[in-house]
Nanobody, 125 residues
Framework: QVQLVESGGGLVQAGGSLRLSCAASGGTFSSYAMGWFRQAPGKEREFVAGIKWNSGMSTYADSVKGRFTISRDNAKNTVYLQMNTLNTEDTAVYYC??????????????????WGQGTQVTVSS
C-alpha cells in the first residue's frame, strides 16, 4: 500500500521560504509521477508542481513558476517542494500525490491515485 506523508508546513512571513517534504513508501517509485497540489479555504484543489521520478522532468503552475522548485531524492524516496518568495496567496493546505506507471506529469486531481494527508502553509503579510 502506497503511503505519502507530508511535512514541513508552517507559518512564514511574506517573502520567506519553506521546504515541504513528501516521504513515499510501499511502492517502487522509479516509474511514478509525483505531484504537489494545494487547496485554499473555499477553493478547488489546484496543481502546483509535478515531477517524473525516473527522469526528473518537472512542470509547474504559472502562479509558482520561478519561485517554487520540485525535486526528489531517490535514496530517501522523498519528494521536496522548495517554496521561495512566498506571498499570502500561497496560503493553503499542500498535498503530495502519486500515480504509478505514468508516462506524463498530470496536472489534474484525477491524474493521481495516491494522496497524502496534507500540510498547512500559512503566509502572513
Amino acid at each position: 500500500q502506497v503511503q505519502l506523508v507530508e511535512s514541513g508546513g508552517g507559518l512564514v512571513q511574506a517573502g520567506g521560504s519553506l521546504r515541504l517534504s513528501c516521504a513515499a513508501s510501499g511502492g517502487t517509485f522509479s516509474s511514478y509521477a509525483m505531484g504537489w497540489f494545494r487547496q485554499a479555504p473555499g477553493k478547488e484543489r489546484e496543481f502546483v508542481a509535478g515531477i517524473k521520478w525516473n527522469s526528473g522532468m518537472s512542470t509547474y503552475a504559472d502562479s509558482v513558476k520561478g519561485r517554487f522548485t520540485i525535486s526528489r531524492d531517490n535514496a530517501k524516496n522523498t519528494v521536496y517542494l522548495q517554496m521561495n518568495t512566498l506571498n499570502t496567496e500561497d496560503t493553503a493546505v499542500y498535498y503530495c500525490a502519486a500515480r504509478a506507471g505514468s508516462i506524463y506529469i498530470g496536472i489534474k486531481r484525477y491524474d493521481y491515485n495516491y494522496w497524502g494527508q496534507g500540510t498547512q502553509v500559512t503566509v502572513s503579510s
